[in-house]
């Protein structure tokens, strides 16, 4: 799943029957997000990416960029 160049690994937990991931073409931060359904993962996905860009931005850290994205 790729959204603004972020790049998730997802994985379905059998336990909690939820799917979740992380951005995996990041070094040094963590994006993670969850979904009940796949329309809520892709929400959550995305707005976890919004959360993280404005949020970087309110404090005035640099944004991490993805690395080699393969959407490019």
Wanted: charged residues 30%.
């Amino acid at each position: 799943m790729i959204y603004k160049n972020y790049e998730a690994q997802i994985s379905f937990s059998e336990e909690d029957e939820v799917f979740f991931g992380r951005v995996v073409n990041i070094e040094r931060d963590i994006i993670a997000f969850d979904g009940y359904l796949v329309h809520e993962l892709k929400q959550s996905f995305q707005a976890e990416i919004d959360d993280y860009l404005n949020d970087c931005k309110a404090v005035g850290k640099k944004t991490e960029k993805p690395i080699c994205s393969r959407s490019l």
